[in-house]
């Protein structure tokens, strides 16, 4: 069976296998799809899907325990239901977490919208190792990041991250969305929970909302009944949706990675391009942590437009490579982040942050590398 200590090969065989149960043979090898919500409860057990109990809870919630090394997990209805689950579990009004500078827009939208008003403390941490500490007060639950970063793909050290928390008998959580636990498991690092809107690549295929939540037993087991409370549980149907998807995620995560890397590599050689950020490039001032705690680099990249090119072309220009705000999918696709993902912030916030008009995201698929150039090339001439 697959160790989560094993060399990486074994993911391939995690992904398709973890968490699976040997069913009777009249059942066939897949996992059947429980689409129940009313169950017989004399036998004493009380089974209702938001309790997160079913068969297809089960499989899933094991299997992307596995793949990302941890003892336990949870797979809700969103990742935002994750992220939520964990705040309203772990904190209470009064309490205080320090979050990496530029988290999630949604992530920020809670937090701003439901958190801070109902008395919970929050400080920005601008990722520099050395200031990490000094943010943490005795009210301090947890601390939460991400990496790599949406759009600007910066690099948080986690084995620092996690040992900081560690000292400080806090919490450490991350947002693994945009690394896969193909390219990164954090729990490795010493981190104590990972999140990750699996809505993106454990989904992969641009058709699916739902999130997953994995750590130790006893932390879990903090975040189950909030999971339960907020309503949080993915149904049946959704659940083997992703069950099929996580099969192929170690397949499709090598192949918009490389992708990734050898897109990267040919903008920055382009000369229409000011800058391509990439933790696989080795001019990234990330590259070096990358290497130490990634599997690759992932299937994420973002590039700055030249003065010289007027940003409102290029999207119209591309016809293979399309316009979308998600992202992990097997499609290639584009995005420009002031016009999309961080639109709701004032020009100042944006420039403070280095996103302007010129700067687009890609999330590459698993198309064959020259038509993806050969389409990039075409929208930049
Ligand atoms: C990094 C990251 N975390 C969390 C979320 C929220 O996930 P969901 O949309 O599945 O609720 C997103 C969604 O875009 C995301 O990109």
């Known amino acids: 069976m697959y160790n989560p200590a094993d060399q990486n090969t074994s993911m391939d065989t995690a992904c398709v296998h973890a968490g699976e149960e040997k069913l009777e043979a009249r059942f066939g090898l897949n996992t059947p799809v429980v689409t129940s919500s009313a169950f017989d409860y004399t036998d004493g057990e009380v089974r209702y899907p938001r309790y997160h109990n079913s068969l297809n809870h089960q ?24 992220i939520s689950a ?15 500078d530029g988290l999630y827009g949604g992530t920020t939208d809670l937090i ?26 005795p009210h301090t639950r947890l601390v939460m990041v991400e990496s790599p970063t949406n759009p600007l793909m910066q690099v948080v050290d986690l084995e620092h991250t996690a ?5 400080h008998d806090i919490v450490s959580v991350i947002d693994n969305t945009f690394a896969t636990p193909v390219v990164q498991r954090p729990i490795e690092h010493g981190f104590d929970l990972v999140v990750h809107s699996g809505t993106k690549y454990l989904g992969g295929h641009s058709d699916l909302l739902c999130g997953t939540l994995t750590g130790n037993r006893a932390l879990i087991e903090r975040l189950h009944p909030m999971v339960v409370r907020l309503g949080s549980s993915l149904n049946g149907q959704d659940l083997y949706l ?6 192929t995620l170690a397949l499709r995560v090598r192949q918009q990675s490389a992708n990734a890397l050898e897109l990267a590599q040919r903008l920055e050689a382009h000369d229409s391009i000011d800058e391509v950020l990439y933790p696989g490039l080795p001019d990234h001032p990330g590259h070096a942590i990358a290497v130490k705690q ?8 973002s590039f700055r437009l030249g003065e010289k090119r007027d940003p409102t072309q290029l999207l119209e220009v591309l016809e293979l490579i399309r316009p979308a705000i998600s992202l992990g999918g097997v499609e290639t ?12 912030l004032s020009e100042t916030e944006r420039q403070r942050l280095g996103i302007d008009d010129r700067l687009f995201r890609l999330s590459t698929g698993i198309e064959g590398i020259e038509d993806l150039w050969h389409d990039l090339r075409n929208g930049l001439a």
């Open 333 to 344: 696709t584009i995005s420009q982040p002031s016009r999309s993902s961080h639109a709701k």
């Open 242 to 247: 992703l069950e099929r998807s996580l099969k």
């Open 86 to 100: 964990i705040f309203m579990a772990l904190m209470k009004p009064g309490d205080h977490a320090v979050l990496l």
């Open 163 to 167: 040992a900081v928390a560690r000292e």
């Open 59 to 82: 499989v899933v919630a094991a299997k992307i325990a596995q793949l990302e090394g941890a003892e336990s997990g949870l797979v809700t209805a969103s990742g935002m239901g994750a």
């Open 112 to 137: 701003e919208g439901l958190l801070i008003p109902s008395g919970f403390r929050f400080s920005i941490w601008d990722g520099d190792p050395d200031h990490l500490a000094s943010l943490i007060t």
């Open 294 to 301: 990634m599997n690759g680099f992932g299937g994420m990249l």
